[in-house]
């Protein structure tokens, strides 16, 4: 052994697993468990995410079977934190084996503090509150992710230092966004971009999941666009995507792709977006992302949907909703995905299938408090009302005014521009234009950017037919 470290330092240090296998099979356990730690971290650093699950699984075994000792605890925390960042792109954010591993992670690190030997890295503690956090927003329900950010962001005030006051922002921006509090999350978002200094921060993606810039990007870049801000999404859609190709983590760059895709598409880029979904499954397969697999998948019928391939968007989304579903506990995005799913159904005349996605998909904004898309949600409903057989004006109008009424609640003018869309249509076909003008107008009206994406564009259309 002795001699394979003297003269084969070299390879020891870069392939730190071929000894580790050495010490294993000659019983010199504490020294194999460190290796087997040392080897997991390299593989999570290059992005081998399932190989850094089964050497820092070795690690952690390796340690339980040893003698307690202060210096094996600090070991053992630091492994099972980092653990829980391979575990959430190879199993699921909200995965059993994930949530068990954050929960294990905050476990560990509170007997050791009642033992007096709190963590030497202050950031362990919050790595364990990210990653339970986290698993608790993919199976999103809104009281409980404010709660738990909220306490996150209190113990970072408490603390005072940079990384997990801009952790904590970031949390609690993707919280509030998510539960329809759109403004107020994208200033939590301001304020964790504020904070991130590349240098510092960037190697960070191991320990939080993704790089936290990057992330916070990608979902401000959402709320600018739902906000009525198109060109500033799509610049901040750029700076995520340009910022994940330069880290060259596989989770940023995955979890870019498949975000920044929405601004791009809800701004008729479709082709675009489409080549970015290929990259979200290419690299998904590559790296055995499975939640990722199913997002790209949902998206990609989304797509089919928006471009006239209903029956290929009924498949993909139902196919990417099952694989959804074999990762845990993971809701988020699912209402949303299901009136795409029931306006493809709807297209084809099913009408008890697009029915069915419909209320699913209500019953969740409401149990969940996922009420980002509410306005949107509604919005299809009353297009597909009127797509029906026995068409009801009268419920697709109110279908339209709740989706309004929402939209204007949330100072969503991007949703409140396609509610007004659907509204002044539907009165013009009741031989009302002047109301749909005077709906419409002041909404177009708003709008100070953006002029040649989809939506502004059909609006103005549509006001010169309505004139």
């Known amino acids: 052994m002795q001699i394979l470290e003297s003269q084969f330092r070299e390879i020891a240090e870069s392939q730190p697993e071929l000894l580790a296998r050495h010490c294993t099979e000659a019983g010199q356990i504490e020294k194999a468990a460190g290796l087997w730690g040392k080897a997991g971290q390299r593989s999570l650093e290059r992005s081998a995410l399932m190989e850094a699950v089964t050497q820092l699984t070795r690690a952690l075994d390796l340690i339980a079977a040893l003698p307690e000792t202060p210096a094996l605890r600090r070991e053992q925390i630091k492994l099972q934190i980092a653990i829980i960042t391979p575990l959430i792109h190879t199993k699921g954010y909200a995965a059993p084996e994930t949530k068990a591993a954050a929960e294990r992670a905050r476990l560990l690190i509170e ?31 809104g009281d409980v992710v404010h709660d738990l950010a909220a306490e996150f962001l209190r113990l970072a005030e408490k603390q005072g230092t940079t990384v997990p006051l801009m952790i904590g922002h970031r949390a609690m921006g993707l919280s509030l966004l998510y539960a329809g509090d759109i403004a107020l999350g994208k200033a939590h978002l301001d304020r964790a971009i504020a904070l991130y200094d590349p240098a510092e921060h960037r190697p960070l993606a191991t320990r939080f999941a993704v790089d936290a810039r990057s992330s916070a990007l990608c979902h401000r870049a959402l709320a600018q666009w739902v906000l009525g801000y198109p060109e500033a999404a799509l610049d ?52 055995a992302f499975v939640f990722w697999k199913a997002a790209g ?11 006239g391939k209903p029956s290929n968007a009924v498949e993909m989304i139902n196919s990417g909703i099952t694989a959804l579903r074999s990762t845990g506990a993971a809701t988020l995005l699912l ?22 996605c419909i209320g699913e998909a209500i019953t969740m904004i409401a149990t969940t408090k996922e009420q980002w898309c509410e306005a949107e949600v509604y919005r299809v409903a009353g297009e597909i009302e009127l797509m029906s057989p026995e068409a009801q004006a009268e419920k697709a109008e109110t ?8 939209a204007r609640q949330q100072q969503a003018k991007s949703w409140e521009l396609r509610g007004a869309m659907s509204m002044a249509r539907l009165w013009r076909d009741q031989g009302k234009p002047d109301e749909g003008r005077e709906l419409l107008a002041p909404v177009y009206g708003w709008f100070t950017e953006g002029f040649d994406t989809l939506d502004l564009k059909q609006a103005k259309a549509l006001l010169e037919e309505l004139a």
Request: hydrophobic fraction near 50%; include cysteine; glycine fraction near 4%.
């Open 111 to 141: 007997q050791a503090e009642a033992l007096g030997e709190p963590p030497e890295d202050p950031l362990l503690l919050f790595s364990a509150l990210y990653g339970f956090w986290l698993a608790n927003y993919v199976a999103f329900n």
């Open 297 to 307: 998948m949902m998206r990609q019928g989304w797509l089919f949907a928006l471009t």
């Open 399 to 406: 279908y339209f005014e709740h989706a309004l009424a929402v």
């Open 236 to 287: 901040d859609a750029e700076r995520a995507l340009e910022d994940a190709r330069e880290i060259d983590q596989a989770g940023t760059l995955i979890n870019a792709l498949a975000f920044t895709q929405l601004p791009l598409i809800y701004c008729g880029y479709y082709a675009a977006g489409s080549e970015q979904l290929d990259e979200v499954v290419a690299l998904a397969d590559e790296k």
């Open 335 to 356: 209402p949303w995905h299901l009136s795409h799913l029931a306006w493809a159904h709807a297209t084809l005349r099913h009408h008890d299938e697009t029915w069915r």
